[in-house]
């Protein structure tokens, strides 16, 4: 699963980006390998990450990011 973004760190979102990126080539050439990238899903209307799924430092993951993150990776264990 990629890097997600998150509102405190949103400062360094343009390195996040590019160290997502690192572990595809790994993923892409290997067999039984899923890229799951959850970026864009984090990010609000507004194009910032939505503040529901943080607790209140607004770095860690909040219990309704987690639901999502498993929504995100049920369709690859299939």
């Given at each position: 699963m990629s890097i997600g973004p998150s509102p405190?760190?949103?400062?360094?979102?343009?390195?996040?980006?590019?160290?997502?990126?690192?572990?595809?080539e790994f993923i892409d050439a290997g067999e039984n390998l899923d890229d799951i990238d959850v970026?864009?899903?984090?990010?609000?209307?507004?194009?910032?990450?939505?503040?529901?799924f943080f607790v209140t430092d607004?770095?860690?993951?909040s219990g309704s990011s987690y639901k999502f993150r498993v929504e995100a990776v049920r369709p690859c264990l299939k």
């Open positions: 405190v760190c949103w400062s360094l979102a343009a390195k996040q980006q590019q160290a997502k990126l690192l572990p595809k970026w864009n899903q984090f990010l609000g209307a507004d194009g910032k990450p939505q503040e529901e607004r770095l860690h993951n």
